[in-house]
């Protein structure tokens, strides 16, 4: 039923009011005239005129008239009704990423600004997470974009989780990826679920039998009262993430770097100095 009523279906609600209205005025009005009396008496009175086969020729004709009416409506609106979808489907394409399924850039830019005036209307603050995936290039290199691939659609859904519906989550690059979410000022919300982030994208990947590993560098802009980071934010995400990304690399609330392991070619063997002495063992080499 759903498929033939709506707004731009056959049948409109609105439409079928007036119709059915019209159809209860006009049989009060012919009931109140005698309609149908009138008329036999007038049939009988020009019998010789043979008027009551073209009367029923006309009912007929318009019978068929309204059936082949209702089969062009039906067609039409099953045609409207596909190309309302592809347009959905074309509006989604253009809103969301086609791998992860996360919104894009594009939407994420229409959004801020309704997220920002919540923020204004509640007197809460909305923090921007500007996320580079660290050491994601190798697994490309040596494992191919299908295994990257999958590494970026898991990183999404553990985005996903860590916004748990309370927050937007966004791909704008290859490997860079952005999290909005609203939380009370003067707490360290930004600070712990930044933390939560990096913990989250440095669990391992199992991806096609292999155990991969890669960081995260989090970027974090804190705005309540200004428009601008709609139009800014994305523009100028290495900003904060150039901050975090200190060349010394140190584990901070906002850069907590990792390093791939179990990779054949030499240079993707790159554990930190940390990972080699908590997995160190002692291996005896007797060498004659």
């Avoid at 996903?160 to 966004?170: F, I, Y």
């Avoid at 890669?214 to 290495?238: F, K, N, P, S």
């Avoid at 200190?246 to 100095?273: K, V």
């Amino acid at each position: 039923m759903k498929r033939y009523v709506g707004r731009s279906k056959l049948i409109r609600p609105n439409e079928l009011v007036v119709c059915v209205g019209s159809a209860i005025a006009l049989g009060i009005l012919f009931e109140r005239l005698d309609a149908f009396e009138r008329l036999a008496g007038f049939l009988a009175e020009h019998e010789a005129w043979q008027l009551d086969e073209y009367f029923f020729m006309l009912i007929f004709g318009g019978v068929g008239a309204l059936i082949l009416a209702i089969r062009r409506s039906v067609d039409l609106a099953l045609e409207i009704g596909q190309r309302e979808a592809a347009e959905a489907r074309a509006t989604s394409l253009a809103r969301h990423d086609p791998l992860t399924g996360l919104v894009n850039r594009r939407m994420l830019h229409e959004e801020l600004p309704g997220l920002l005036e919540e923020a204004r209307n509640s007197t809460r603050q909305c923090a921007v997470f500007m996320i580079d995936l660290d050491h994601f290039k190798p697994i490309n290199d040596v494992f191919g974009h299908d295994t990257g691939d999958a590494v970026l659609v898991e990183v999404a859904s553990r985005l996903q989780r860590v916004a748990s519906g309370h927050g937007l989550a966004a791909r704008v690059g290859g490997d860079e990826f952005v999290l909005t979410m609203l939380h009370d000022p003067g707490t360290d919300a930004p600070a712990r679920t930044a933390a939560q982030i990096i913990r989250a994208l440095s669990s391992p990947y199992e991806v096609g039998g292999r155990k991969l590993e890669l960081g995260a560098t989090v970027g974090i802009d804190v705005h309540r009262l200004t428009q601008r980071l709609a139009t800014t934010c994305c523009g100028r995400r290495t900003s904060p993430c150039m901050t975090a990304s200190a060349p010394a690399r140190e584990p901070t609330a906002s850069s907590m770097p990792t390093w791939m392991s179990g990779y054949a070619p030499a240079r993707c063997l790159r554990p930190s100095c940390e990972t080699r002495s908590r997995e160190a063992t002692s291996r005896p080499i007797f060498s004659p």
